[in-house]
């Protein structure tokens, strides 16, 4: 008897932490997108793509914040059901990411403190990371620990664009974007590891399978950014746009 209570207990534990950890995620991406639009950074005269894309991003963390509450609150049938809006969310999640990072690109070179090249393919190759560790996640919701494992990478993943916001980057170049896009976000994995650790003495493989992923992705998308390949990519993209007048390299905006 005293087993399965310790057990029903680490079970909510469990699902206490992922709810946490999900509301903490959200803070970081919602407090990021309205200190840029409190400091003038964004303003709600951007062109109509920007707004799509912010809005069907804030619906994926509505989205996977409601998803932890029902599992917390043992609404497992409506957590199924609702599961099933990921299927249609992230194939669009993806092609607005592309859209707006190619629209920035070309219209401004992205964030002047970010590489044109680390910006325009770190962010093509982490969004289509994001949809991987997402995908795979829905793949294995039987296997629930590994499910809601991937699908906290997969939103820790996403991340970047809020650290990137809260954080001074300016004063973080030239490696801006490896901490707003890889350092930062990889605390959240990290707790998670932690928080395994000390609740069943071990740390889930699906920790490192799915972080290691995003990792590798990233890394896997610098070398190419910075090889003559993706530096041909970048000009050619941006060739005869607005975007091609700033410098490739990052630099502290004026």
Do not use: K
Not at 35 to 61: C, D, E, K, N
Not at 67 to 73: D, E, F, I, S, T
Not at 187 to 195: E, S, T
């Amino acid at each position: 008897m005293a087993t399965v209570a310790r057990a029903s207990q680490t079970r909510t534990d469990e699902h206490r932490f992922f709810l946490l950890s999900a509301l903490a995620m959200a803070f970081v991406l919602i407090a990021g997108f309205l200190t840029s639009l409190a400091a003038g950074r964004s303003s709600f005269g951007l062109p109509a793509i920007y707004h799509v894309h912010a809005v069907i991003f804030m619906g994926w963390i509505a989205l996977y914040v409601t998803q932890n509450a029902l599992v917390a609150g043992q609404a497992l049938r409506w957590h199924r059901r609702l599961g099933w809006l990921a299927l249609v969310w992230l194939p669009v999640m993806v092609a607005l990411a592309i859209t707006v990072t190619v629209t920035s690109a070309r219209d401004h070179g992205g964030p002047p403190v970010f590489d044109v090249n680390a910006f325009l393919i770190g962010n093509i190759v982490g969004v289509l990371t994001f949809a991987a560790l997402a995908g795979t996640g829905i793949t294995l919701r039987r296997r629930t620990d590994w499910h809601r494992r991937l699908m906290f990478c997969a939103m820790a993943a996403i991340t970047g664009p809020g650290f990137g916001r809260l954080l001074p980057m300016p004063f973080l170049i030239p490696w801006a974007w490896w901490i707003a896009a890889l350092v930062a976000p990889s605390i959240f994995p990290l707790i998670g590891m932690i928080a395994d650790r000390r609740r069943t003495g071990h740390v889930h493989p699906a920790w490192f399978w799915g972080w290691g992923f995003f990792a590798a992705m990233f890394l896997l998308a610098e070398l190419f950014a910075y090889s003559s390949w993706g530096l041909a990519l970048t000009d050619a993209v941006i060739a005869g746009t607005p975007g091609a007048a700033r410098p490739i390299a990052a630099f502290f905006p004026r």
